[in-house]
Each structure stands twice: as C-alpha cells, then as structure tokens.
C-alpha cells in the first residue's frame, strides 16, 4: 500500500521541529493561496492584474508563489486585493489558538 500525501504530512509533523515550522510558514501559504483565489473568482488571468496594476505577470506571479522568497509590502497587497475588487481586511488571534 502506497502512502499518500496525507499520511507523509502526518508523519512529517509528529517532528516537533517540522511542526512549528510549518506554523511558522502557514501565514505566507495561506495568503499566497487567498491571493490566487480572489484573482481567480474575479476571472483575472495573472497578465490581466499585472495589466491593472501596471506591473509585469512575473511579478504577480512571484507574489502568488509559496517559494518565493520576497515579502509583499502591505500596500502591494492592498493594490493586488482592490484590483480584483476586494478590499483587504486583517485579523489577528492570539496565539495559543
């Protein structure tokens, strides 16, 4: 029986270092994965945002990429959100949620 991607992630943070790693890089995913939907349920193409936005798609794309290395500025985020007509709205939670 093959494992699957679920059993590998499981057994992957039952590892109390990959754990808190993985808590620590939940943010940067989720918002990259937010970013993609928003654009994506405003039926724009990444070329079609980087139009609004007069930028280049590859930095749209780097900005929706889990691996990239950069750190959109809040001010990117909320001209990226407006294009896809969303306005951006932050939440904070304490942490031992």
């Known amino acids: 029986m093959r494992s699957t991607l679920k059993d590998f992630k499981k057994k ?12 620590n890089l939940a943010p940067a995913y989720e918002l990259r994965r937010q970013l993609i939907k ?4 405003a039926g724009l193409t ?11 798609k590859s930095n749209i794309s780097r900005l929706e990429n889990v691996n990239s ?3 959109p500025k809040l001010s990117t985020i909320e001209e990226y959100a ?13 942490q031992s949620q």
């Open 12 to 23: 992957a943070l039952s590892d109390p270092e990959v754990a808190e790693e993985y808590r």
């Open 38 to 41: 928003i654009r994506k349920d």
């Open 46 to 56: 990444q070329e079609q945002i980087a139009e609004i936005l007069q930028t280049k």
């Open 69 to 71: 290395t950069i750190s």
């Open 82 to 94: 407006k294009a896809a007509g969303y306005r951006m709205q932050i939440r904070f939670i304490p």
